[in-house]
């Protein structure tokens, strides 16, 4: 069973950066692409980012282009979302999903295609 834990959410002004963290557990890691969705009040939950099991591809929703970069660590135990010029629009609750169903090269935004889930992080943007 996979154990996926974010982590580094948190209260930031319009402008301002925050860096997620998604640590995987319980099973080796590398065999899944990761992905980063969020869900706002009211909202459905969306895809925002996301990184191959092989490190070397990764994909973004249109609104965060330019702003947000996924990354993983060589362990690829670690997924990392940098979020810069966060905007109000970005507050939400933060989750990090595992996927096996990718090929090594490619990840998606479908959240039915992630098998396991972290609890989320709240991310809050404002002044």
């Known amino acids: 069973q996979l154990q996926l834990v974010e982590s580094g959410g948190g209260l930031v002004q319009p402008g301002g950066s925050l860096r997620l963290s998604c640590a995987a557990s319980g099973f080796t890691a590398d065999y899944f692409a990761i992905g980063w969705f969020r869900q706002a009040p009211g909202k459905e939950r969306e895809g925002v980012s996301c990184i191959s099991s092989s490190g070397d591809s990764t994909d973004y929703a249109d609104s965060v282009k330019g702003r947000f970069t996924i990354s993983r660590d060589n362990a690829k135990t670690t997924v990392h979302l940098q979020m810069n010029s966060l905007k109000p629009g970005d507050t939400a609750v933060y989750y990090c999903?595992?996927?096996?169903?990718?090929?090594?090269?490619?990840?998606?935004?479908?959240?039915?295609?992630?098998?396991?889930w972290g609890q989320g992080t709240q991310v809050t943007v404002s002044s």
């Open positions: 999903a595992a996927s096996r169903i990718y090929h090594m090269n490619h990840c998606g935004h479908n959240e039915y295609e992630y098998e396991y």
